[in-house]
Structure formats: structure tokens, C-alpha cells
């Protein structure tokens, strides 16, 4: 059974920096696609970023610049390096992945089979 678990997240202020983990377990191939959402109460999951098998990552607009996507395959972990954050930043953050190619073009929950939990993310001003 895949399972995915979210580390890193915690309570920083404004400007300050963090980095997610994704570690996965319970397989023993590689994803094609690692992704990382976020999602606060009311709203709708919010892609962030996607890495596929070959180290190519996608950004959603208001991400580029800030934040990075990483992947360690041979681990099968995946990471989001977040730099000067924001007070928008504060959200849930799930990492999600399959054993698909990365679609092109919009970051979408519904492309994503296995999910994390969450790790919570809160920026203060």
C-alpha cells in the first residue's frame, strides 16, 4: 500500500523560508510525477509545483521564484524548498504522486492518485 507523509511544515514569520519533505513507502518503482498542493478552509486544492521522473518541474504562476521543487528518486521523496514567504502562503500542504507523465499545462488534484496527509504552513506578518 503507497503511503505518502509530509514533514517540515511549521509557524515562521514573513520572509522566512522552509522546506518540505515527501517521503514515500509501500512500492518499490519510481513515480513519474511528484507534485506538492495547498489548501486553506473554504478554498479549493491549489496546485503548487510538479516534478517528473526526469527532474523537469512546473510552477504554478504565483510560485515561480519563490518556491522549488526537488526530488530524491532514489528515495522516492520529494521536497519544496519555500523562500520569502508570504502571510498568503499559510495553507495545508499535500504532496501527491503517480505513475503517470506530468500533464502539461494547469497542476490539478484530480491528475493524482496517492496523497499525503498534509503538513501545516503558517506565515505570520
Known amino acids: 500500500q503507497v503511503q505518502l507523509v509530509e514533514s517540515g511544515g511549521n509557524s515562521v514569520q514573513a520572509g522566512g523560508s522552509l522546506r518540505l519533505s515527501c517521503a514515500a513507502s509501500g512500492t518499490i518503482f519510481t513515480f513519474d510525477c511528484m507534485a506538492w498542493f495547498r489548501q486553506t478552509p473554504g478554498k479549493e486544492r491549489e496546485g503548487v509545483a510538479t516534478i517528473d521522473r526526469g527532474g523537469t518541474a512546473n510552477y504554478a504562476d504565483s510560485m515561480a521564484g519563490r518556491f522549488t521543487i526537488s526530488k530524491d528518486a532514489a528515495k522516492n521523496t520529494h521536497f519544496l524548498q519555500m523562500n520569502s514567504l508570504k502571510p498568503e502562503d499559510t495553507a495545508m500542504y499535500y504532496c501527491?504522486?503517480?505513475?503517470?507523465?506530468?500533464?502539461?499545462?494547469?497542476?490539478?488534484?484530480?491528475?493524482?492518485?496517492?496523497w499525503g496527509r498534509g503538513t501545516q504552513v503558517t506565515i505570520s506578518s
Open positions: 501527491a504522486a503517480e505513475f503517470k507523465q506530468c500533464s502539461r499545462g494547469p497542476i490539478r488534484p484530480d491528475d493524482f492518485t496517492y
